[in-house]
T-cell receptor, first 110, second 113 residues
Framework: EADIYQTPRYLVIGTGKKITLECSQT?????MYWYQQDPGMELHLIHY???????EKGDLSSESTVSRIRTEHFPLTLESARPSHTSQYLC?????????FGDGTRLSIL | GDSVTQMEGPVTLSEEAFLTINCTYT??????LFWYVQYPGEGLQLLLK?????DKGSNKGFEATYRKETTSFHLEKGSVQVSDSAVYFC????????????FGTGTKLQVIP
């Protein structure tokens, strides 16, 4: 089983708040990813990282930002949450093999 | 660019029925192919994979064969169970380096007793 953890699992919060979604992996993978999953199930890549101090934007434009200060940690931050940010966020990591996913954070902005 | 097309859902089957979920792909070169499964309230789990033409991936009774001539990777299971109810994603990637994964849109499977 892959060891990749996301917290919190669920978050309901008001508009304008700053939010950080945590993602950690214990597999030593150099590559990490953030996906946004809409209610129709489709996955959209919003950020990825090749390794420490590397971050890139994905295919879907997002107002969120990410950082990669440590190999195992890839947090995602929203400076000022809006209702349009309501979604499920999935974190993944990989070495040379397939991507492994965390269980996701379901975010609701009121 | 690369793309993955999988059959629309939802698919509803009775327990012990035969399952096929179609998946075709378009890619430059020879990607690795995957099926991921997402159970309710969880993230995606790798179900099976195939890395070259004619390879057959299998796991938990599910199978899929990498068909280069038809650019397909259809998922099959001989006898589904209620516990197989989930969303199934077909995907492709070029492993090694930065491996962008191209996902299909997902097919929801519901198995009824």
């Amino acid at each position: 089983e892959a060891d990749i953890y996301q917290t919190p699992r669920y978050l309901v919060i008001g508009t304008g708040k700053k939010i950080t979604l945590e993602c950690s992996q214990t597999m030593g993978h150099d590559k990490m990813y953030w996906y946004q999953q809409d209610p129709g199930m489709e996955l959209h890549l919003i950020h990825y990282s090749y390794g420490v101090n590397s971050t890139e934007k994905g295919d879907l434009s997002s107002e969120s930002t990410v950082s990669r200060i440590r190999t195992e940690h890839f947090p995602l931050t929203l400076e000022s949450a809006r209702p349009s940010h309501t979604s499920q966020y999935l974190c993944a990591s990989s070495g040379d093999g397939p991507q492994h996913f965390g269980d996701g954070t379901r975010l609701s902005i009121l | 660019g690369d793309s993955v097309t999988q059959m629309e859902g939802p698919v509803t089957l009775s327990e012990e029925a035969f399952l096929t979920i179609n998946c075709t792909y378009t890619a430059t070169g020879y990607p690795s192919l995957f099926w991921y499964v997402q159970y309710p309230g969880e993230g995606l789990q790798l179900l099976l994979k195939a890395t070259k033409a004619d390879d057959k991936g299998s796991n938990k009774g599910f199978e899929a064969t990498y068909r280069k001539e038809t650019t397909s990777f259809h998922l099959e299971k001989g006898s589904v169970q209620v516990s197989d109810s989930a969303v199934y994603f077909c995907a492709l990637s070029f492993l090694g380096g930065y491996q962008k994964v191209t996902f299909g849109t997902g097919t929801k499977l519901q198995v009824i007793p």
